[in-house]
């Protein structure tokens, strides 16, 4: 209910304050992109209606439209700090950057709404002839030109979105000047662009969809040129001087003036965009989107970057939503564009390639990182890492990514405001095709830092190398692969399900879903070794058992090279192979402890032995051992085929689909219909819970949830030692007492694991976690924590205690004699269940210094619960996440100072933080040069009255470098514009269809011969010819 | 004063007077009726049939008192041996209609409080009451589902609704959670204390309005061993009426207020306290381990195989046991009732039917 971004539910204890405080990694569904190349700042909208702004690495805006409505389209005023958003409920938004104590925020000021035709009843009634198709912002900043699906081009001021009704340029007065053999009767169809020229902003180029582009004079309303096209337009450009435009058709091909190209002799789907840009080393850059050959590569989602005689069409793997150049603001008379850098947003991910480096390589981006390049299996916080590994991991990091181009983050405007951030956090995410990331999660933006991969210690079905890249030399157009998203995993067994890393020793635990538990090292130089292979049987020769599901992973054999990072030593393998469902690590006892559904280990790295296996597995249940997850996979993999081959077929982004094809106007009345009926009263059959406690022998009683070390009291209250614990789905908890060697002596004596209790809980809710509490009540230091003087030692006199949170109810039990001391019931009083819980430190918000201990808990609900430890007492409880979302529940990880991460979408991190001491926010400020202030009106639609009132304010503007063109008194203005560049003869806009003299039949018929035969005759010339020179045709 | 008492055990037939304003004490006449008998070696259990035709236990002073106040002018005494004694023959209408009990008296709080002994013998288990009379609207109803160890599955369903509510503004619909399906046979389809459609008002004391069927769900399965759930019975009819005394001019009458009023209302009616549902509760199962050394020398060892798979199964073969345990003692009790029921049910001479307005004055014998 509450926007992103902003603070969230009220604070109840002055140490708490939940607010969710930024998001990391790539909007979900973007549907728009502009950019501001005076702030250097890029706006992306989204699917959802959101629409954040980026800059500089740590400059990031967000804003949340109230209607949750798709962002078609985005427009900055340049310099202005308004950014216009179109939804597509077809209403037009005035996004204002104001200040606020030294800030930037995004705040949405004014909307408008296009009122529909008089006569075609309410206005709310989505007229699709007021439809807009095109915004376009004019340069002087006062007006905005809206193109409609009717082809009536309306004018709206700026900034109080104020309809200038006797403006408003209807098709009709177009048609006025077109011949009659073209108008023939039928419309002239939507408005598909509008381009203000870029040197004389009261000229207009206008482009509709049947292929009329009209030049015209907006002060005198006159059609200054005409150019009759016959195909069905796409877009339109401007060339930098005015003396030139590029436009792009539904066939693929693009024109420049008016001459025709044709990017192959076969049918080709449309070009949606097209751009050109100057360069002062001679030949022009021209970059479009689409046009490929329909019947090859029509699936393909590609922009083509021409330059003279070069060539690049860049693939990408996601649908390309928008792209952009990167240029000075200002180009001096007669100068160049020399576009920096070409930045181009598609539906998975941004990418921005150097223009100005040779071969045009990427630039790394410092945002927005495509989290979810493969899906996210599992992550993990680690929180104050220390510099040396921090270090380590930026070096092998860039070892693996060497930057191919010199160019500096192109999108660099405003100022990051926001503190270094205190202290490194890493966050770790493990995803389905077997690779571990590394992000740099200490700020605001979420730095990919490092890449880990196991898949290459196994045999998988399929290679790796990618045979595009092969063919990619004999092909035309020369495809490029760029962007690194690959949603597809080759094989679904290497995803890793858990990890686990000790930031003192660079010591990892890697665990996957084929049973695969990978020990590593950080190394800095890479090697050449064999892993060690151990199995581990966890059914201990339990009878009447058959795993049914998916076979182990074959490691590879011999050695194998592995480059600088995390190198693995050991691999354990869990027999049966089901997915490790619980995994920790202790470096100073060289323990790594692992369970699945079935039972757990414990293996001694250091010795490469293991030490315990047990099964957890109850005798009735069966259903473990079905493999119920790899019957899961096995459906995901042919969901996965099945989506890939939807989207080979998917047609390339058809603009407006929904609004233009017949059948879907049928619907969208029938929609409509229904809901002036009201919603129909549908008789459901309600849906039915049973009640019925949950018995020993459900299925999957044996998972084990958690598991953990610990150095404390378990046989009796005079001696501590090591011990492992481990909790299952059927709420039993397993105590070993550890024999572990002094650190001298670990290659001679083997470590030895005791069964020292066991523990059921009556409710038999899943454990999800186990924590010992020191005399004190604080949880026990990590391992090394202590011997490092990163935490105080923990309090060995006093007696300890065990903190045990079940799905259903937290419990602290006294130790070593096992007896409970106090327990808060949360499902009962609730009727809620634990999903995730943590034991966070809480600054209180009087002093740093103090910290308190508390209990966080994210329940199904998502709901976060906060509990003093170890009294569990409830201290405050806020929603955090839509409890619909079970994906986001579930991707919850805390980290140990009170925040939090969860995943909005599959490529969203939100960041939540429940301390006000210790928040990660966006601080950033945009330097806005605004020529005039948002007038507060109440109300932002036409009034015939204020627009009167307002119109004279707008021209007495200072700054503006226009004259505005004043609708009100031409005559103020008459057509006193030189006659420009446009007419001048070198021009290969000169056109023989000149509105202002006559035009005959003749005339009109030579111009479609005449274009007609250059397509046949282009047609004919062979491939070679026609790549790369078809721009100039007359 | 007369009195006419019966002994089930093979009916033997004992008439005595008492001085009705002077009964004396519960123990004396327990002592009085056992040596009467010549039964000093039993333990037995004393009731008496009330104005209603109601059988009553008598067992402390002020029930005592009770009965022989109300009999007008004979008391008739029923003996019963301690172990045959069936609780839920007790209250309404249990002589005069051999049916199951809609209401059974039971105290679980024996053990806290020994002295008032007017409750179940020890080997008998409860598995439902009514609780709360006393502070609930008459139109609702608290009932607590016991299911310890038991091998009947609580047995219903839950679904979501709307229900009519009363307020400020008039009638208002608001969504509620009702029962919807009672499985046969189990727990609270035997108690014939929940129907289908009655709607579901809280859980262990807490408000269930505002809740989602899920939450609804997650807290009456968390407090399944001892469930108590306030439900507005969707069947009105048969709801406790504690002001007036009964009108029930038909047999039909559910009332219980006689057996109420029979007895100091706070011994019989239990209260609901958040506290006591808590230290009623199971205990956690802790099995110390062995704590002898367990290795791992080699992969698949079979001697480390072997003594995690003793370590692996001790604890559930004790679990195994007691569940077993529990399970034999509740099908006991479970038939033990039955049993007594289905006696009652099949034996003609039970059928008591005393008419309204008391038994016959004369003090005629009744052959059982």
């Given at each position: 209910p509450s926007p992103r971004g902003f603070r969230v539910g009220v604070p109840t204890l002055?140490?708490?304050?939940?607010?969710?405080?930024?998001?990391?990694?790539?909007?979900?569904?973007?549907?728009?992109?502009?950019?501001?190349?005076?702030?250097?700042?890029?706006?992306?909208?989204?699917?959802?209606?959101?629409?954040?702004?980026?800059?500089?690495?740590?400059?990031?805006?967000?804003?949340?439209?109230?209607?949750?409505?798709?962002?078609?389209?985005?427009?900055?005023?340049?310099?202005?700090?308004?950014?216009?958003?179109?939804?597509?409920?077809?209403?037009?938004?005035?996004?204002?950057?104001?200040?606020?104590?030294?800030?930037?925020?995004?705040?949405?000021?004014?909307?408008?709404?296009?009122?529909?035709?008089?006569?075609?009843?309410?206005?709310?009634?989505?007229?699709?002839?007021?439809?807009?198709?095109?915004?376009?912002?004019?340069?002087?900043?006062?007006?905005?030109?809206?193109?409609?699906?009717?082809?009536?081009?309306?004018?709206?001021?700026?900034?109080?979105?104020?309809?200038?009704?006797?403006?408003?340029?209807?098709?009709?007065?177009?048609?006025?000047?077109?011949?009659?053999?073209?108008?023939?009767?039928?419309?002239?169809?939507?408005?598909?662009?509008?381009?203000?020229?870029?040197?004389?902003?009261?000229?207009?180029?206008?482009?509709?969809?049947?292929?009329?582009?009209?030049?015209?004079?907006?002060?005198?309303?006159?059609?200054?040129?005409?150019?009759?096209?016959?195909?069905?337009?796409?877009?339109?450009?401007?060339?930098?001087?005015?003396?030139?435009?590029?436009?792009?058709?539904?066939?693929?091909?693009?024109?420049?003036?008016?001459?025709?190209?044709?990017?192959?002799?076969?049918?080709?789907?449309?070009?949606?965009?097209?751009?050109?840009?100057?360069?002062?080393?001679?030949?022009?850059?021209?970059?479009?989107?689409?046009?490929?050959?329909?019947?090859?590569?029509?699936?393909?989602?590609?922009?083509?970057?021409?330059?003279?005689?070069?060539?690049?069409?860049?693939?990408?793997?996601?649908?390309?939503?928008?792209?952009?150049?990167?240029?000075?603001?200002?180009?001096?008379?007669?100068?160049?564009?020399?576009?920096?850098?070409?930045?181009?947003?598609?539906?998975?991910?941004?990418?921005?390639?150097?223009?100005?480096?040779?071969?045009?390589?990427?630039?790394?981006?410092?945002?927005?990182?495509?989290?979810?390049?493969?899906?996210?299996?599992?992550?993990?916080?680690?929180?104050?890492?220390?510099?040396?590994?921090?270090?380590?991991?930026?070096?092998?990091?860039?070892?693996?990514?060497?930057?191919?181009?010199?160019?500096?983050?192109?999108?660099?405007?405003?100022?990051?405001?926001?503190?270094?951030?205190?202290?490194?956090?890493?966050?770790?995410?493990?995803?389905?095709?077997?690779?571990?990331?590394?992000?740099?999660?200490?700020?605001?933006?979420?730095?990919?830092?490092?890449?880990?991969?196991?898949?290459?210690?196994?045999?998988?079905?399929?290679?790796?190398?990618?045979?595009?890249?092969?063919?990619?030399?004999?092909?035309w157009p020369p495809f490029r692969k760029v962007g690194c998203f690959d949603p597809y995993s080759d094989d679904p067994r290497l995803g890793v399900q858990k990890i686990a890393l000790c930031k003192y020793t660079a010591k990892m635990v890697v665990a996957g879903t084929a049973g695969q538990v990978l020990v590593m090292e950080l190394s800095d130089e890479k090697s050449e070794h064999a892993v060690s292979v151990a199995t581990v049987d966890l059914l201990q020769d339990r009878e009447g058992f058959t795993w049914k599901g998916h076979d182990r992973l074959a490691p590879r054999n011999g050695p194998l090279s592995f480059p600088p990072g995390f190198q693995p030593s050991v691999l354990v393998q869990c027999v049966p192979p089901a997915a490790v469902t619980a995994v920790t690590l202790h470096s100073e006892w060289n323990l790594v402890a692992f369970g699945t559904s079935h039972g757990f280990g414990l293996f001694d790295y250091y010795r490469r032995n293991p030490v315990l296996a047990r099964c957890t597995l109850h005798p009735n249940d069966s259903l473990a051992m079905e493999g119920p997850l790899s019957r899961v996979k096995s459906l995901k993999k042919s969901l996965r085929q099945s989506f890939r081959r939807i989207r080979k077929s998917r047609v390339s982004g058809k603009k407006r689909l929904n609004a233009s094809s017949p059948s879907s106007k049928v619907q969208e009345a029938n929609a409509q219909l229904a809901e002036q009926a009201g919603p129909p009263e549908v008789e459901m059959t309600p849906v039915q819970r049973r009640i019925e406690p949950r018995s020993a022998d459900d299925s999957l009683s044996g998972v084990v949830r958690c598991l953990y070390f610990a150095d404390t009291f378990l046989r009796d209250a005079a001696h501590h030692g090591p011990t492992m614990w481990a909790g299952t789905n059927s709420g039993s908890v397993f105590a070993y007492a550890l024999e572990v060697p002094s650190q001298e002596k670990f290659s001679e004596r083997a470590v030895e694991a005791v069964l020292g209790k066991e523990i059921q809980l009556m409710h038999r809710a899943p454990v999800v976690s186990i924590a010992v509490l020191d005399g004190r009540g604080n949880p026990l230091p990590e391992p090394y924590e202590v011997s490092r003087d990163l935490a105080k030692a923990p309090d060995m006199q006093g007696s300890h205690s065990m903190l045990i949170s079940s799905e259903e109810q937290f419990k602290v039990f006294t130790l070593p004699k096992v007896s409970a001391k106090t327990k808060f019931k949360l499902t009962a009083h609730e009727g809620c269940r634990v999903r995730k819980v943590a034991l966070v430190s809480l600054a209180s918000a009087g002093s740093e210094e103090r910290l308190e201990n508390c209990l966080a808990c994210l329940t199904n609900l998502g709901d976060i619960h906060i509990f003093t430890v170890p009294s569990l007492r409830p201290q405050v409880h806020y929603s955090c996440i839509r409890k619909e979302d079970i994906s986001g529940i579930a991707s919850c990880v805390f980290t140990k100072h009170g925040q939090g991460f969860y995943l909005i979408s599959p490529s969203e991190f939100e960041r939540f933080s429940l301390s006000a001491r210790n928040v990660t926010e966006p601080l950033c400020r945009l330097e806005v040069a605004r020529s005039m202030a948002t007038p507060k009106l109440p109300q932002a639609n036409a009034c015939p009255m204020a627009l009167l009132q307002a119109w004279p304010w707008v021209l007495a503007v200072p700054n503006a470098s226009h004259p505005p063109c004043s609708p009100g008194s031409p005559e103020e203005h008459p057509a006193a514009f030189s006659p420009g560049p446009i007419d001048s003869p070198n021009s290969s806009m000169e056109n023989p269809l000149d509105t202002t003299g006559d035009i005959t039949v003749e005339e009109v018929k030579d111009f479609l011969a005449s274009s007609e035969e250059a397509e046949r005759n282009l047609r004919n010339t062979s491939e070679d010819e026609a790549r790369p020179t078809g721009i100039l045709i007359k | 004063m007369g009195g006419s008492k019966s002994l089930f055990f093979g009916a033997e037939f004992r008439r005595f007077s008492l001085d009705r304003y002077k009964p004396g004490k519960f123990e004396d006449f327990y002592k009085l009726i056992l040596h009467i008998h010549h039964i000093a070696n039993l333990e037995v259990m004393i009731g008496y049939a009330d104005v209603h035709g109601d059988l009553l236990p008598i067992n402390n002073d002020d029930n005592f008192f009770k009965a022989v106040s109300s009999a007008h002018p004979l008391l008739r005494v029923f003996i019963q041996r301690q172990d045959e004694v069936d609780y839920s023959n007790f209250g309404t209408n249990t002589l005069s209609r051999k049916k199951k009990a809609l209401v059974t008296l039971r105290n679980d709080n024996l053990r806290r409080r020994p002295h008032i002994n007017i409750s179940m013998p020890h080997d008998f288990r409860p598995v439902s009451s009514i609780i709360d009379v006393d502070i609930l609207p008459e139109t609702h109803r608290r009932v607590r589902l016991y299911r310890h160890g038991c091998e009947k599955p609580l047995g219903f369903y839950i679904r979501d609704g709307t229900s009519v509510r009363v307020t400020p503004h008039g009638l208002e619909k608001v969504p509620g959670i009702f029962i919807s399906r009672m499985v046969p046979g189990g727990l609270a389809e035997s108690t014939g204390l929940l129907a289908v459609n009655d709607e579901v008002l809280e859980v262990n004391g807490i408000e269930v309005a505002g809740k989602t069927l899920d939450q609804v769900t997650d807290m009456m399965i968390a407090n399944s061993h001892n469930l108590i759930i306030t439900v507005k019975p969707a069947n009105q009819r048969n709801n406790i009426i504690r002001s007036s005394r009964m009108s029930g001019s038909s047999g039909q009458s559910t009332d219980s207020t006689a057996s109420h009023h029979s007895l100091p209302t706070s011994h019989v009616l239990q209260n609901f306290h958040p506290d006591e549902m808590e230290s009623d509760e199971e205990a956690d199962i802790v099995i110390e381990g062995g704590l002898e050394p367990q290795h791992i020398p080699k992969l698949h060892s079979i001697t480390s195989s072997s003594l995690s798979r003793i370590n692996g199964s001790s604890l559930s073969h004790r679990l195994q046991r007691d569940l077993v345990l529990n399970n034999n003692s509740g099908r006991e009790s479970n038939g033990n009732i039955h049993k007594l029921l289905s006696s009652l049910k099949t034996d003609p001479r039970h059928s008591l039917v005393i008419p309204r307005g008391g038994i016959e004055e004369d003090g005629t014998v009744i052959t059982l």
């Open positions: 002055t140490c708490l304050s939940p607010w969710q405080t930024v998001e990391h990694g790539f909007p979900s569904q973007p549907s728009a992109l502009a950019y501001d190349p005076v702030l250097r700042v890029m706006a992306i909208g989204t699917k959802a209606g959101a629409v954040k702004l980026y800059g500089a690495p740590g400059v990031e805006l967000t804003g949340l439209h109230k209607e949750t409505a798709t962002v078609t389209q985005l427009h900055f005023l340049p310099g202005q700090g308004w950014l216009l958003s179109l939804l597509d409920d077809n209403t037009l938004h005035l996004w204002e950057v104001c200040q606020k104590e030294g800030c930037s925020h995004l705040e949405e000021t004014r909307s408008f709404g296009l009122p529909g035709r008089p006569g075609s009843g309410s206005a709310n009634c989505s007229p699709g002839i007021t439809r807009v198709t095109v915004v376009l912002p004019m340069a002087a900043g006062t007006l905005v030109c809206l193109g409609t699906e009717g082809g009536a081009v309306y004018f709206v001021t700026l900034p109080t979105l104020t309809l200038l009704e006797d403006k408003t340029l209807f098709p009709d007065e177009i048609l006025q000047s077109v011949p009659d053999e073209y108008r023939c009767g039928k419309a002239l169809g939507p408005v598909e662009s509008i381009q203000e020229h870029p040197r004389d902003g009261s000229r207009l180029l206008i482009g509709y969809s049947r292929g009329l582009v009209v030049l015209w004079e907006q002060s005198t309303r006159l059609v200054q040129h005409l150019f009759l096209g016959n195909q069905q337009l796409e877009s339109l450009a401007w060339e930098q001087s005015g003396k030139s435009i590029v436009s792009s058709h539904s066939d693929g091909g693009y024109m420049v003036g008016i001459g025709v190209s044709v990017s192959g002799p076969f049918p080709c789907k449309a070009i949606s965009k097209i751009l050109w840009r100057t360069c002062e080393s001679g030949t022009p850059f021209i970059i479009f989107s689409g046009g490929m050959p329909r019947a090859s590569y029509g699936d393909r989602h590609c922009v083509s970057v021409l330059q003279g005689q070069t060539l690049a069409t860049l693939d990408f793997t996601s649908r390309v939503i928008d792209f952009f150049t990167v240029q000075s603001a200002e180009v001096p008379e007669g100068g160049f564009e020399n576009p920096r850098a070409l930045v181009v947003l598609v539906e998975e991910e941004l990418v921005a390639i150097d223009l100005q480096t040779p071969g045009w390589p990427t630039i790394p981006a410092p945002y927005l990182a495509p989290l979810h390049s493969s899906a996210i299996t599992c992550s993990c916080h680690v929180s104050n890492v220390p510099l040396k590994l921090w270090e380590r991991i930026l070096s092998v990091g860039e070892q693996q990514s060497p930057r191919q181009s010199s160019a500096a983050w192109p999108i660099d405007g405003g100022k990051n405001l926001a503190q270094e951030p205190t202290q490194r956090g890493l966050l770790l995410t493990g995803h389905e095709d077997g690779t571990v990331r590394f992000w740099d999660a200490s700020g605001v933006s979420l730095k990919p830092l490092y890449k880990l991969g196991t898949a290459n210690i196994f045999q998988t079905d399929c290679e790796h190398n990618d045979s595009l890249n092969q063919a990619g030399e004999e092909e | -």
